[in-house]
């Protein structure tokens, strides 16, 4: 696996569920770490790094640059973070079953992008005021294989960041390709907020057992 991660939470087996973190951009692989004990403390948790460094512990998974019309981004450094979510999504899966992935802010659109493309990995996806998926070129796995794949998705209607257009945005997106959607707002700015969290916490519950 080229990015680097890191483990915690219980140990990955036949009984225990793994949840992948993407983070947000200028935050680090342990940043999203704490949120599993607030939601299941059986998960086994991987959270992995992006690969681009803003500068000490700040990473991204592709650059941003703010200008009058909002964040302009380079879809070829999206497609190039694609590529390592899903082989590091893939290996892990490999060797755990499926996989919840989880992202926040710019680390929700990459979960969402890597839900769209090769679901075969996940038993579900979650975006938490996440970056609408479709910012680059991207091509849907098979209707099939999304059809009821399920996603929780979650933005603050006082998000300074990513207004709350950006939250009913990847809905769509997601409600379009066949995924089985449970979404929220919460009077919240770009963060998490603890309604927030007891509501995915009982998402979690409700999910089906682990499967291979």
């Known amino acids: ?3 680097h991660a890191v483990k915690s939470g219980a140990s990955a087996g036949p009984a225990n569920r793994t949840l ?5 951009y200028g935050a680090d692989e342990h940043d999203l770490v704490p949120l599993a004990a607030e ?3 059986g998960l086994a948790v991987v959270s992995l790094r992006g690969p681009l460094s803003l500068g000490g512990p700040m990473r991204a ?9 909002g964040f302009d981004v380079d879809p070829g450094q999206i497609v190039q973070a694609d590529a390592l979510v899903v082989e590091a999504v893939a290996e892990l899966a490999a060797e755990r079953g499926k996989l919840l992935l989880a992202g926040f802010s710019q680390g929700g659109g990459m979960a969402t992008r890597a839900a769209l493309t090769h ?10 005021s996440g970056v609408e998926p ?3 070129p991207l091509v849907r796995a098979a209707a099939p294989t999304l059809r009821g794949l399920p996603a929780f998705v979650a933005h603050g209607l ?3 960041l990513l207004p709350i257009a950006s939250g009913r945005a990847v809905r769509a997106t997601l409600e379009d390709a066949g995924l089985s ?4 707002e919460y009077p919240m700015g770009h963060t998490i907020a603890q309604q927030e969290v007891e509501d995915l916490r009982a998402w979690l519950a409700a999910l089906p057992a682990k499967t291979a």
């Not at 992948?20 to 947000?24: I, P, T």
């Not at 998974?61 to 019309?69: G, I, K, N, P």
């Not at 679901?119 to 938490?128: D, F, K, Q, R, T």
């Open 1 to 3: 696996m080229k990015l």
């Open 20 to 24: 992948v973190f993407l983070h947000g």
């Open 39 to 41: 939601l299941d403390r």
């Open 61 to 69: 998974w592709y650059h941003l640059q703010q200008t009058a019309q």
């Open 119 to 128: 679901p075969e990995h996940l038993a579900g996806v979650i975006s938490l």
């Open 134 to 136: 479709m910012r680059a």
């Open 158 to 160: 006082q998000d300074p």
């Open 181 to 184: 959607v449970t979404y929220r």
